[in-house]
């Protein structure tokens, strides 16, 4: 266990350091994130009234569709260098492998986070400074990192690879998808607040089943 | 014809038969529905065909496991065959579906916690086939194949819960409520012939289709083979 | 001590890439492995380093007295391979020191800094590998093989991109690792090279090793006769057989 967590600190610090040379990853994330969320404003012409209702649901589409980029290239070094296989020789228990790229993508999506919740509200002139929003949406990146790394490391490996990922994960993350955004509804009181409690849970449960399951069949997407 | 065949040919014939059969009954033999009308008939062979679809995705995710412990190819090709042959069961499911949703709620579509996540199943089948077609290397295909097989599963359920949760909140806004049948013995006995039928029909196909593809498969690679030139990606 | 492999087969759909192949490699020993693409040298270091499995045969290293288990050797192989390994926008004391930790080798910054000099850059600028010629980035991929001074070196094709002075370079380390006893397997087609080390040339050919030859202070042009003669007396064979 302790081999383990070793690893996979090695592995997240190699990974946060390549980002903070080459700041691909979290430059073209946010820019398409603020992006999005001009675009966002033209496209459905919100007043003020509904803008309240929506807001849970444009943050979470735009940190959707904007976590595939850094998911896309999370791998692209290991793939094109042929590190895969490095790491496979040194490190004894591959699963770490795996836990350290979600703790990666999902620092990568909290910190889209932090800069998406306040942009959003000067855009939109409506606070989201909330801490449990920022939670809800914290738990939401956990499942959507557990799914997209396992399939982000498969689809790397094919002809097609960013074309193949949103087709590929998408359809799994509609329980994610509908937790988050209901659960924030009810946080910003947009929505009438009974049963968060039962999204919350449903969160989580998907959290830890898709964190385990990749956990045990990484080996098999990786090596031969 | 070798006995492998020949037995698979005998249970084409008695897919076939049953299905027939199945369909006579409930044209024939089983009464009109009250509420409904002639429309519900649909139903037996709506329902039947999500039996399958989900039956297909089950048995997806099981032949993935066993690939995944054994090694064997013959496993990975009764994966992709049985998603295949689900797919075209879940689209069987989803239309009639929609055939009968519209007379009775005026709607080709609802946001029905079942059509949801059959949708989404959907989908995933369609994600996996586009995976297979996007990875060249015999062994690596197997794995992924495997591996998305068997999450994909797993979503199932979540999704579905999380499908059920969304109604409770929000009462039926577009009118696709529950399906309010009265299903009395006979027609569950035309039910239950009629998900029978439906899984013998889906073993027959999932063994063809498996068949054809292992034959397929074999084939490309003695062209490869012959070729020289095939990069197998290592 | 030994690596063998014994009766190691492995095919990909219907090509046989390695048909009951056996292969002994002592300690002491510099086996060069030659044959002709597509034979199945890459198949077969793989194989050796654990990142693959045969479909049939075993790996057996006699030191241990068991079968050969990657995982728990991982530290006793040092593997070089067509792609290097490295990072792009890590230094090259970067990239060594994350690979030291992650093989929990402990070694020092400094004893780190000696390995850069023994492949020559002792002296290059701290800056990302992104930068490095192709030659600079094979003289980093070997520093990261020797790494954890693994008993085992399996080195594909280790030549490539380096320049003449590289290619001194790479046969004094060779020798060097030699002389501690190590037990060497590589591959390559710059005869002129490898003939100043190996011990042994081994001919790969249609899946299993089809002549084995010492090196007795063999000279260039027989050793490319030998080659040629054997590879096309394994083709005619085969035309014969189809």
């Known amino acids: 266990m302790r081999a383990w967590l070793h690893s996979v600190r090695v592995l997240v610090w190699k990974d946060l350091l390549q980002e903070w040379r080459s700041r691909d990853i979290l ?21 003020p009234l509904n803008r309240a209702e929506i807001a849970p649901g444009i943050v979470w589409v735009v940190m959707v569709f904007a976590g595939t980029l850094g998911l896309n290239r999370s791998f692209t070094a290991e793939q094109d260098q042929g590190c895969f296989e490095g790491l496979i020789m040194a490190v004894p228990d591959l699963s770490a492998i795996y836990f350290a790229k ?25 606070s989201l400074f909330n801490w449990a929003f920022f939670g809800v949406l914290a738990l939401g990146a956990w499942g959507y990192s557990a799914a997209g790394t396992l399939i982000a490391s498969m689809t790397v490996q094919t002809r097609m690879r960013d074309l193949l990922l949103p087709v590929l994960l998408f359809p799994l993350l509609l329980p994610v998808n509908m937790a988050v955004v209901k659960s924030c509804g009810v946080l910003l009181g947009s929505v009438a607040g009974q049963d968060i409690n039962s999204w919350l849970n449903l969160l989580l449960v998907y959290d830890v089943i898709v964190t385990m399951l990749s956990i045990m069949v990484f080996e098999y997407v990786i090596k031969e | 014809m070798s006995s492998k065949n020949k037995l698979l040919a005998l249970l084409s014939v008695l897919a076939f038969l049953l299905v027939l059969f199945a369909f006579i009954r409930m044209l024939f033999f089983t009464p009109v529905e009250q509420t409904m009308g002639l429309v519900q008939k649909v139903f037996y062979f709506h329902m039947s065909a999500a039996w399958v679809g989900m039956l297909a995705f089950l048995a997806a995710a099981v032949f993935g496991l066993l690939y995944l412990s054994r090694k064997d190819l013959k496993w990975d090709t009764l994966t992709a065959a049985s998603v295949e042959v689900g797919l075209l069961f879940t689209v069987i499911c989803i239309i009639s579906g929609m055939i009968w949703a519209r007379p009775i709620w005026n709607t080709w579509w609802t946001w029905d916690p079942r059509l949801t996540t059959v949708t989404i199943m959907a989908f995933t089948y369609i994600a996996f086939i586009l995976l297979r077609r996007g990875v060249d290397n015999p062994t690596r295909r197997a794995r ?6 068997v999450i994909g599963f797993i979503s199932v359920p979540l999704t579905f819960f999380s499908a059920r949760l969304l109604r409770t909140i929000h009462p039926v806004v577009f009118g696709g409520g529950e399906a309010d049948m009265n299903l009395n013995a006979q027609m569950l006995t035309t039910l239950f012939i009629s998900l029978g039928a439906f899984t013998v029909l889906y073993a027959a196909l999932l063994l063809h289709r498996a068949r054809l593809m292992a034959q397929q498969e074999e084939l490309n690679q003695k062209l490869a083979a012959d070729d020289g030139s095939y990069d197998w990606g290592e | 001590m030994s690596l063998q492999a014994r009766q190691i087969s492995k095919a990909y759909g219907v090509q046989r890439v390695l048909d009951k192949l056996t292969l002994t490699v002592d300690a002491g020993e510099v086996v060069c492995l030659l044959g002709p693409n597509g034979a199945g040298k890459t198949t077969l270091i793989r194989t050796l380093s654990g990142l693959q499995k045969p479909d049939s045969g075993e790996l057996y290293w006699a030191a241990q007295g068991e079968s050969f288990d990657a995982p728990l050797l991982r530290r006793s192989i040092g593997l070089i391979l067509h792609q290097p390994f490295l990072y792009e926008h890590l230094t090259a004391f970067e990239n060594l020191r994350f690979y030291s930790l ?14 850069l000099g023994r492949v020559g850059l002792g002296n290059a600028r701290p800056i990302p590998v992104r930068g490095y010629s192709r030659g600079m980035k094979q003289r980093l991929t070997i520093a990261r093989a020797l790494l954890c001074d693994p008993q085992v070196l ?8 380096l320049d003449q002075q590289g290619c001194g370079m790479l046969n004094q380390l060779v020798l060097e690792e030699n002389s501690r006893g190590k037990l060497i397997l590589l591959t390559t087609h710059e005869l002129s090279f490898i003939r100043q080390i190996a011990t042994r040339f081994d001919i790969l050919h249609r899946g299993k ?4 030859i010492p090196n007795a202070g063999i000279s260039l042009d027989s050793l490319q006769e030998h080659y040629n003669s054997v590879v096309s007396a394994g083709a005619k064979r085969q035309k014969e057989q189809a």
């Open chain 3, 154 to 161: 399996l080195f594909d094709e280790p030549y490539t991109g």
């Open chain 1, 102 to 126: 979600l703790l990666t993508n999902l620092l990568m999506m909290v910190f889209l986070a932090v800069l998406v919740i306040p942009i959003y509200s000067v855009l939109y002139n409506q």
């Open chain 3, 209 to 212: 090793i089809a002549d084995s």
């Open chain 1, 27 to 47: 430059t073209s994330m946010l820019a398409f994130a603020v992006l999005s969320l001009f675009i966002f404003n033209y496209a459905l012409e919100l007043s």
């Open chain 3, 102 to 115: 992650l093989y929990e080798s402990g070694q020092s910054e400094a004893e780190l800094r000696v390995l």
């Open chain 2, 144 to 149: 992924f194949s495997a591996v998305y097989a």
